[in-house]
């Protein structure tokens, strides 16, 4: 079972168990026009989905169930936000994303990895002493993937760097619970 | 609205005024060395790992090492951490521009009263590490890794208090590139020339 069939799942059931989830999530407000000046193209968004609280953890004790199978570690996720945008032919690529130029505030860069036109870059916010929310924006030249992630993620930071470091963007990219959407 | 308008010029730098006195923190700090030049030797297609972790992220990791309490208080002495690994891909003149950089970069940290730990050279790499001392305390650790035969050169900087003999700690945990050369480096200063 794909990541993204599970999130459909757990949408479904936190849908009918009435907790409020946004189908039609974009990624933090104006990250996805920042975009688009960079690559001078509007990007098309193929999906979005943005999990609360019961829903994020069902999904965690559906991934630890099957553990076996997937690479993911979403247990210690409280809340996730995922666009996956299509870049449209014709885009310009950028030489790369720059985080200052997202329009993100209070948000620090962590990682910038880039790697043969790929890039991942991972953001941190830290609040009271913890990091309990990041983003990570993802582009390969035919997709952006805008991945807000809350809850203890402390530990995200080591594990994409050694991934980084072993398999650059690419490596990166793997590294990030929501890396199978 | 003229009571207005302070405001609305005010609370804009007050959002953002935060990360800009952090990264001044930062510049501050007599280990602190910016690193930026070697992340510009990177090409459009080339490999490159950017890492910046400031005080408030190293802080919320010490925090957050609670399985590992050895290494909280190597993480809250550290104010910053910047890495920047570029893969040259064999390309000479930017092997060239970057060995001219690790010289040039060699050269001011030692006229800026940086003291030099190690140097080890073979036929793979040369590396250099150079330390930052006030009184017994080290203040900085510049880590210069020039890779012969991969084409990668590797910068890393910690300010803040260092502790040198867990550095490899910090390397192992947050997986800092370019720290477990400081591992090769242990075999004492100058030795390996």
């Keep these: 079972m794909t990541l993204r069939s599970l999130l459909g799942a757990a949408l479904g059931v936190a849908l009918v168990a009435g907790e409020v989830s946004c189908v039609a999530y974009r990624g933090p407000r104006g990250v996805e026009a920042a975009i688009e000046r ?17 829903s994020t953890r069902l999904v965690g004790s559906l991934t630890r169930s099957d553990a076996g199978d997937e690479p993911l570690d979403l247990r210690d996720l409280t809340g996730i936000g995922v666009a996956v945008f299509a870049v449209p032919e014709g885009a310009r690529p950028p030489r790369r994303l720059d985080a200052r130029r997202l329009g993100l505030r209070g948000w620090e860069t962590v990682i910038d990895v880039r790697d043969e036109g790929e890039q991942v870059l991972l953001l941190a916010k830290p609040r009271g002493g913890a990091i309990r929310e990041m983003l990570a924006v ?7 993937v805008l991945a807000r992630l809350r809850g203890r993620l402390d530990r995200l ?7 980084a470091e072993e398999d650059g963007a690419r490596g990166a990219r793997r590294a990030l619970p929501v890396s199978e959407i | 609205m003229r009571f207005l308008l302070p405001v609305i010029l005010v609370l804009p730098m007050m959002v953002t ?24 030797l990177a090409g459009e297609d080339d490999e490159v790992v950017e890492v910046h972790l ?4 190293l802080s919320a990791l010490a925090r957050g090492a609670g399985e590992d309490p050895d290494i909280a208080p190597v993480l809250e002495g550290l104010r910053s951490i910047t890495a ?16 001219r950089l690790v010289r040039e ?5 030692e006229r800026g009263g940086w003291e030099r730990l190690a140097r080890v050279r073979d036929a793979e790499e040369r590396v250099d590490v150079f ?4 009184e017994r305390i080290v203040r900085g650790v510049t880590v210069l890794v020039m890779g012969r035969g991969d084409g990668e050169v590797v910068f890393v900087n910690l300010a803040g208090t260092v502790d040198l003999a867990r550095i490899g700690e910090i390397g192992d945990t947050l997986h800092v590139p370019g720290l477990d050369e400081m591992k090769k480096g242990e075999t004492g200063p100058g030795e390996g020339r």
């Design chain 1, 38 to 54: 960079e690559i001078g193209a509007e990007l098309e968004r193929e999906f979005g989905l943005k999990l609360g609280w019961t």
């Design chain 1, 138 to 144: 993802v582009y390969d030249g035919e997709e952006v």
């Design chain 1, 157 to 163: 930071i080591g594990r994409m760097l050694g991934a």
């Design chain 2, 17 to 40: 005024a935060p990360a800009a006195a952090a990264d001044t923190e930062i510049e501050r700090l007599d280990g602190f060395v910016d690193g930026s030049a070697f992340c510009g």
């Design chain 2, 54 to 57: 400031g005080p408030s992220i």
């Design chain 2, 84 to 99: 920047c690994v570029v893969s040259l891909r064999g390309d000479p003149a930017r092997a060239e521009r970057a060995e």
């Design chain 2, 105 to 109: 970069t060699e050269v001011r940290l």
């Design chain 2, 131 to 134: 330390v930052r001392n006030d």
